[in-house]
Structures are given as C-alpha cells and as structure tokens.
T-cell receptor, first 112, second 114 residues
Framework: SQKIEQNSEALNIQEGKTATLTCNYTNYSPAYLQWYRQDPGRGPVFLLLIRENEKEKRKERLKVTFDTTLKQSLFHITASQPADSATYLCALEAGGGNKLTFGTGTQLKVEL | EPEVTQTPSHQVTQMGQEVILRCVPISNHLYFYWYRQILGQKVEFLVSFYNNEISEKSEIFDDQFSVERPDGSNFTLKIRSTKLEDSAMYFC????????????FGQGTRLTVV
C-alpha cells in the first residue's frame, strides 16, 4: 500500500541550530514533492517544491533534498528561530492530477 | 498579497442538515480543491475542480458531497446530510495552472456536527 511517513515525534531544537525533517514514501512515483508549514488552526502554507529530476532546492534558510532512489526527502531549516516552530508537512503529487497526498507532519519546536 | 478566503470560519450544524462551505480562490488560478483535516489527523484530499468540472475525487467524496462554481469567483462545497464523522476542518485551495502546482490554502472552515 502507499505510505508517506514523517517522524511523528516532535522535534525540539535550540535556536540557531539546523533542523532536519524527514519524509519517506513507499509505492509512489511522484512527479514532485512539496513541503508546507501548518500552524495550529490554520491552513497549510506552501514552502518549497522539488521535482523528480532535481536533487536539491533552496530558499533563504530552507533547503530540500529529494532522493528518488531512497524514496526520501529531507527538509532543512538553518539558523532556526522560535518563529519557525510549527508543524511541517510533506506532500506528494502522483498521477498527474495535481491532487496532493500529505504526510502526517512533524511538529518542530525551536527553543531559546 | 492575493489569498484564498473561506467563510464561515466556524459552522455548527445538526446531524442530517445540509451545509455549504464557501471559498473565493485566488482570481487568476485555474485549479480548485477541497481538503479536510480531522482533528489530530493528516490533511486529506477530497476533490479537485478544473474547467468547471470535477477532475478527481477521493473515496471520501461520496454522493453526500458536491462542489460548484456558481459564478466567476466562488467555489462551494455542499454536504447534503451531515454526519458526526464529517466534523473536521475543511480547507479550500487553488493552484495557478498545471505547471505551477503549489497549492494556496485558505484558513479553513471548522465544521462541527452535533
């Protein structure tokens, strides 16, 4: 069966450190993978998209890698700040219809 | 900055009643979606809409659900006879086109069925 797995345990890190979140998937061949941020009671906010033929994408303090052989994406936030505290969701599109399938998300807490 | 707007922010309804959730997608976007998120669970796809018709729907989107784009700006989700298990946060989203596939989500409507 198809699965998208994110670390269900919350990730606590100190301000200034790099946070690394993992997204693993099985039985998908996604054309692209996306990362979203979700704050409590709010809608997901798009952060980054990486296509199957791209290895890495960067935007300001964010970096995403995509390994289609390992079926894994890593999401990095460098120089993390308390304002980065949120739940981060990975989402796959597979099938050409623009429909997104989301992982359960990883809650990140950045402490002073 | 353009955004997707949803109304109402919170809707309480009795089991068996019909509800209509409303959304105004970003004006030049072509793809529209509804997703839902049951409390503590993941965001789940319900339906996508393109060129005035449903392009894909999930197994959750049964005959109790319908979508409509009644004019050039609104996009609605109707649940005909609500059940307790329909209680969730419902998110509308839109995407610019097939090439630019990132989805812009609204703030959601919290539906509580009692």
């Amino acid at each position: 069966s198809q699965k998208i797995e994110q670390n269900s345990e919350a990730l606590n890190i100190q301000e200034g450190k790099t946070a690394t979140l993992t997204c693993n998937y099985t039985n998908y061949s996604p054309a692209y993978l996306q990362w979203y941020r979700q704050d409590p009671g709010r809608g997901p906010v798009f952060l980054l998209l990486i296509r199957e033929n791209e290895k890495e994408k960067r935007k300001e303090r964010l970096k995403v890698t995509f390994d289609t052989t390992l079926k894994q994406s890593l999401f990095h936030i460098t120089a993390s700040q308390p304002a980065d505290s949120a739940t981060y969701l990975c989402a796959l599109e597979a099938g050409g219809g623009n429909k997104l399938t989301f992982g359960t998300g990883t809650q990140l807490k950045v402490e002073l | 900055e353009p955004e997707v707007t949803q109304t109402p922010s919170h809707q309480v309804t009795q089991m068996g009643q019909e509800v209509i959730l409303r959304c105004v997608p970003i004006s030049n976007h072509l793809y529209f979606y509804w997703y839902r998120q049951i409390l503590g669970q993941k965001v789940e796809f319900l339906v996508s809409f393109y060129n005035n018709e449903i392009s894909e729907k999930s197994e959750i989107f049964d005959d109790q659900f319908s979508v409509e784009r009644p004019d050039g700006s609104n996009f609605t989700l109707k649940i005909r006879s609500t059940k307790l298990e329909d209680s969730a946060m419902y998110f509308c989203a839109s995407s610019p086109d097939r090439a630019n596939t990132e989805a812009f989500f609204g703030q959601g409507t919290r539906l509580t069925v009692v």
